[in-house]
């Protein structure tokens, strides 16, 4: 998967439809077609980057940026003080299915653990 052919690149670039809540310079995020939870929003950088692993620690800062935009878009939603989950898959055994790095914002009901 490169980034021609990457489904979320397509979202960043508008050419594929989504429902976008945030979008800055360097990230946008959209809520997931497939809601796990009834908020359930998708935070990507704009910049391709395949899966968390292959993130370089010269450019650590794009995950806190992630949790900027998170915490933004929770608290614009209102589950910022009700609660909700900050979720990273990477690759298969972590549940990984979209191969651009991304972070799921879960709320608005209460989460389970262990997660399964
Ligand atoms: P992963 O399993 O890789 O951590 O998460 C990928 C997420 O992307 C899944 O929750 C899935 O529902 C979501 N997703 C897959 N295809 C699309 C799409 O075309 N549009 C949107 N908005 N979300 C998608
Ligand atoms: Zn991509």
Same mark, same amino acid.
């Given at each position: 998967? @490169?980034?021609?052919?990457? +489904?979320?690149?397509?979202?960043?670039?508008? @050419?594929? &439809?989504?429902?976008?809540?945030?979008?800055?310079?360097?990230? =946008?995020?959209?809520?997931?077609?497939? &809601?796990?939870?009834? !908020?359930?929003? =998708?935070?990507?950088?704009?910049?391709? +980057?395949?899966?968390?692993?292959?993130?370089?620690?010269?450019?650590?800062? /794009?995950?806190?940026? +992630?949790?900027? !935009?998170?915490?933004?878009?929770?608290?614009?939603?209102?589950?910022?003080?009700?609660?909700?989950?900050?979720?990273?898959?990477?690759?298969?055994?972590?549940?990984? @299915?979209?191969?651009? /790095?991304?972070?799921? +914002? /879960?709320?608005?009901?209460?989460?389970?653990? &262990? &997660?399964?």
């Amino acid at each position: 998967m @490169t980034a021609a052919d990457c +489904l979320f690149c397509g979202i960043a670039a508008k @050419t594929v &439809p989504a429902r976008v809540v945030h979008e800055d310079d360097a990230l =946008i995020a959209f809520e997931d077609i497939r &809601p796990q939870a009834p !908020v359930h929003v =998708i935070v990507i950088p704009r910049r391709h +980057l395949a899966r968390v692993s292959d993130l370089a620690p010269a450019e650590a800062s /794009l995950v806190g940026q +992630l949790v900027v !935009v998170a915490n933004q878009v929770a608290r614009r939603l209102e589950i910022a003080e009700s609660g909700y989950r900050l979720v990273i898959n990477c690759n298969a055994h972590g549940g990984q @299915t979209v191969y651009h /790095l991304h972070l799921h +914002l /879960l709320g608005g009901r209460p989460m389970q653990w &262990p &997660p399964g």
